[in-house]
C-alpha cells in the first residue's frame, strides 16, 4: 500500500521552460513534506520542504506547492536547467518518513 | 566537509554467505538510518537507530540486523543473503527523529549484488 505516490516514472523538458513533478499521499496524519534530488551513483540530496501549514515554499528556482484537501503537492522548477536532470523523490513526514518512488527528470537543452 | 560516508560502494555476496555493510558520520547526528532501495521503487526504510535506541520497521525481516558502536558508525548485517535482497541500501543521518520536520542526509550507498 503505497502511502506516497509519483505516478509519472519519467518527465523531459525543454531547457528554460517549467518542470512540475507530481506527489499524492493518502495519510492525512502526514505534517511534513520534503523534496530530494538524486544524481546517478550519489545518495539523495535535500531539496526543498514544506510544512502542513503552509501552501507554498520557495527557494530560487524551486518553489513546493501544497494542496492539503487534495493531498497533492508538487515541485515547479523554473527556468529548468541541464544540470536539473536527476531522480526527483518526494518524501511524506509524520512519525517517520515515507518515500515515493521517484520521477526521473530529463531537461534537454 | 561534514558527510555521510558507506563503505563499500560495491558488494558481491554468495548466496547466503553473511555480510555486513558500513556507514560513517561525521555530523555527530542523533540519529541513523538504514534503507533498501529496488530498482525503479521508493527507498524503503529498514531500521533506525536514536543514539543507541534501535527501532526495527515491522515488516524489516529477521535477516537484516544493525549494529551501533558509537555515534558516528552504524553497520547493517545481513545473516543469510538471498537473491531478493540484491539492492542498493541506502544510509542516512538526521540530527532528531520522532516527529521529523529535519531533511535527512544520505551516504552515496552500497549497492548489494547476490551471486
Known amino acids: 500500500d503505497q502511502q506516497v505516490k509519483q505516478n509519472s516514472p519519467s518527465l523531459s523538458v525543454q531547457e528554460g521552460r517549467i518542470s512540475i513533478l507530481n506527489c499524492d499521499y493518502t495519510n492525512s496524519m502526514f505534517d511534513y513534506f520534503l523534496w530530494y534530488k538524486k544524481y546517478p551513483a550519489e545518495g539523495p540530496t535535500f531539496l526543498i520542504s514544506?510544512?502542513?501549514?503552509?501552501d507554498k515554499n520557495e527557494d530560487g528556482r524551486f518553489t513546493v506547492f501544497l494542496n492539503k484537501s487534495a493531498k497533492h503537492l508538487s515541485l515547479h522548477i523554473v527556468p529548468s536547467q541541464p544540470g536539473d536532470s536527476a531522480v526527483y523523490f518526494c518524501?511524506?513526514?509524520?512519525?517517520?518518513?515515507?518515500f515515493g518512488p521517484g520521477t526521473s527528470l530529463s531537461v534537454i537543452p | 566537509d561534514a558527510m555521510v560516508i558507506q563503505n563499500p560502494r560495491y558488494q558481491v555476496t554468495q548466496f547466503g554467505k553473511p555480510v555486513t555493510l558500513s556507514c560513517s558520520q561525521t555530523l555527530n547526528h542523533n540519529v541513523m538510518y538504514w534503507y533498501q532501495q529496488k530498482s525503479s521503487q521508493a527507498p524503503k526504510l529498514l531500521f533506525h537507530y536514536y543514539d543507541k535506541d534501535f527501532n526495527n520497521e515491522a515488516d524489516t525481516p529477521d535477516n537484516f540486523q544493525s549494529r551501533r558502536p558509537n555515534t558516528s558508525f552504524c553497520f547493517l548485517d545481513i545473516r543469510s543473503p538471498g537473491l531478493g535482497d540484491a539492492a542498493m541500501y541506502l544510509c542516512?543521518?538526521?540530527?532528531?527523529?520522532?516527529?521529523?520536520?529535519?531533511?535527512?542526509?544520505f551516504g552515496d550507498g552500497t549497492r548489494l549484488s547476490i551471486l
Open positions: 542516512a543521518t538526521s540530527r532528531e527523529s520522532g516527529r521529523i520536520n529535519q531533511p535527512q542526509h
Open positions: 518524501a511524506a513526514s509524520g512519525d517517520k518518513v515515507i
Open positions: 514544506i510544512s502542513s501549514i503552509k
